[in-house]
């Protein structure tokens, strides 16, 4: 990395997104593919926030996590697609410093409170399973919000606390940022002063979470799959299985992620493979959980099917 003598120290306001290149070929075969990627994540994480508001049977703590992880994954998606599909569109990939700011404050919120809600509903599944009798005086509505609220509450603390370690640097240069949103690792170059401090502390104190999170799942889990294997009849074992299948799918997905992001960026990869990461953690993820939650429950199918034919009849 050049060091901050070499640099111009220069403070500036502008940055350039190279994005995916400026083959004038590929630009709109981007836009369209993340055009439809972005269209698809918005209808079905919206369609899961209305079928559980609308059905009372989805009035559940199960899917009211659900229903608040499908808002986070509409503001995941629409903190980084929107500002790509302008860039392919127009070809301007210039974005003001404080813009940038914003994208990247945004993005780190949304991210760790898409993996605390993701702990909560783990929790929630381990109430139901392992203990079935206790779950409706454990797992109460007053309960729900304050883990939404403190999911929240900690994931903009946690970006206070790192909007303050950057506010003791000078933004110098290169201009040219080469991925296609504000994330930490691609930006963090660009500073005057030494960045590995900071690198340090957010590595850690990231790393740090994540694992005791992904351990606390992982032993909830654990628990939850010994108290299934533990009930007599195979149509037991099914239904009790089919209530938490979606969320391991989703849990495992998202953490496999995490771990590669984490991995990988240590060995610096090429620029390249840090953003085909960054598509699929940051932009398919949000559109797969909807999918995975619709395909796999049939509390859900029923609620779409109710609301399909209540549709159906406002027609006739």
Known sequence: MESAEGRNETPIVELILIGFGNDPELQPLLFLLFLVIYLVALSGNLLIIVLVVADRHLHTPMYYFVANLSAVEICYVSTTLPRLLASLATGDRTISLHNCYVQFYFYIILSNAEWLLLTAMCYDRYLAICHPLRYTTLMTGRVCCHMVAWAWIYSISYCIMLHVFMLQLVYCGPKDIDHFFCDFAPVKDPFCADTNILQLQTFYF?????????????????????????????????????TCSSHLIVVTLYYVSVMTVYIVTNFSPPAIVYKIMSVWFAVLIPVLNPVLYCLR????????RKALQKLAALRV
Do not use: D, W
């Open 206 to 242: 990231s790393v740090i979470l994540t694992i005791g999170v992904f351990l606390l799942t992982l032993m909830s889990y654990i628990c939850i799959i010994a108290s299934i294997l533990r009930i007599p009849s195979g149509t037991g074992r099914q239904k009790a299985f089919s």
């Open 297 to 304: 429950n049939k509390e859900v199918h029923q609620a779409l």
